[in-house]
């Protein structure tokens, strides 16, 4: 079965731009592995939805974050999960500083961001 990439997308106020997370499967040679514990994600900024786009973060050919997840979230390694997403609420006023949720682990995975 072949892995359709899930984006979310969000106003950044503060940069006066859109933000995009995409959430990819970084090991397409082995798609029935999935995101939820091999996901890659990738992470790109601009000015209208149209384009051009300006990568800020991409996990390349890596799963993003890995590594073990909680006894209470099944104990297993993870990746970004089914998709992630970057709340508004949580970005700081001057769009610099945000928080991405993401379904890693099959749980409610919290990672923060800083740009440059």
């Known amino acids: 079965m072949a ?5 979310g997308m969000s106003w950044n106020p503060g940069l006066r731009k ?3 997370s995409l959430v990819h499967d970084p090991t397409p040679a082995a798609p029935d592995a999935g995101t939820r514990f091999f996901g ?5 900024l601009v000015n ?4 051009p786009w300006e990568t800020v973060f991409s996990s390349g050919s890596r799963r993003w974050p890995g590594g073990p997840s909680t006894a209470t979230c099944g104990d ?3 990746g970004s999960g ?3 997403d970057i709340p508004t609420k949580y970005m700081s006023a001057v769009g610099k500083a945000f928080y991405l949720f993401s379904s890693g ?3 409610l ?3 923060r961001g800083v740009l440059p």
């Not at 209208?48 to 384009?51: A, E, Q």
């Open 40 to 44: 890659g994600l990738t992470v790109l």
């Open 3 to 7: 892995f359709t990439p899930r984006a």
């Open 18 to 20: 859109f933000m995009l």
């Open 76 to 78: 297993t390694q993870w």
């Open 109 to 111: 995975s919290i990672a």
């Open 82 to 84: 089914e998709r992630a």
């Open 105 to 107: 682990g099959d749980c």
């Open 48 to 51: 209208n939805p149209w384009g």
